[in-house]
């Protein structure tokens, strides 16, 4: 059963702490994706990932960091630099052979 | 910089209306557009992808159109259903050699029984 998963679906953090999301896709694509969602908003973009062992910047990366150990995983790290982390974010894989971009369920996170 | 935009932002109809959704954006250098339903507090399930050289693509009771030049892309949708509300969003990748999408904020459909 092929797709993209994501853990855990809700996440609770004391202000402070740094707090991994988990990302894992079992689709062989290559290049995956991080978006933050923020009620009423569109998605925006944090990292990507074109290849293992290579990732770039979206549009809000400050406070975040990622890596791309594995074709199949894609981790996101919200530190404790992040001024406002509290949101929905959802991680996404593109393959060379499909034009489409294929989403997981996604992680609610709440920090307080 | 791209842009994209979808009004209306919110939008009740009754169950049986044929109802279009509205995509703009500002760059017309595109490589594709993609719309995506959104059910809430869910992740996002692709509904159509057109490449560029394309000006709409089907399935089902969707259909979504493209014109480049105007900057825009509708999302049709036919004989609606309550099971069809849900948030809509259009996506645009904007040139071939990166794997960047942008975004606009949503259609939020509510289809009234």
């Known amino acids: 059963d092929g797709g993209i998963t994501q853990s855990p679906k809700y996440l609770f953090r004391k202000e402070g702490q740094n707090v991994t999301l988990s990302c894992e896709q079992n689709?062989?694509?290559?290049?995956m994706y991080w978006y933050r969602q923020d009620p009423g908003q569109g998605l925006r973009l944090i990292y990507y990932?074109?290849?293992?062992?290579?990732?770039q910047k979206g549009d809000i990366a400050e406070g975040y960091s990622v890596s791309r150990e594995k074709k199949e995983s894609f981790p996101l790290t919200v530190t404790s630099a992040q001024k406002n982390p509290t949101a929905f974010y959802l991680c996404?894989?593109?393959?060379?052979?499909?034009?489409?971009?294929?989403f997981g369920p996604g992680t609610r996170l709440t920090v307080t | 910089k791209q842009e994209v935009t979808q009004i209306p932002a919110a939008l009740s109809v009754p169950e049986g209306e044929n109802l279009v959704l509205n995509c703009s954006f500002t760059?017309?250098?595109?490589?594709?557009l993609q719309w995506f339903r959104q059910d809430p507090g869910k992740g996002l399930t692709s509904l159509l992808l057109?490449?560029?050289?394309?000006r709409e693509q089907t399935s089902g009771r969707l259909n979504a159109s493209l014109d480049k030049s105007s900057g825009r892309s509708t999302l049709y949708i036919a004989a609606s259903q309550p099971g069809d509300s849900a948030t809509y969003l259009c996506?645009?990748?904007?040139?071939?050699?990166?794997?960047?999408?942008?975004f606009g904020t949503g259609t939020r459909l509510k289809v009234l029984a």
């Open positions: 996404a894989s593109k393959g060379d052979n499909t034009a489409e971009q294929y």
């Open positions: 689709l062989n694509h290559d290049a």
């Open positions: 990932s074109q290849i293992v062992n290579d990732f």
């Open positions: 760059d017309s250098a595109i490589y594709n």
């Open positions: 057109i490449q560029s050289s394309q």
């Open positions: 996506a645009v990748r904007t040139t071939s050699g990166t794997y960047k999408y942008i």
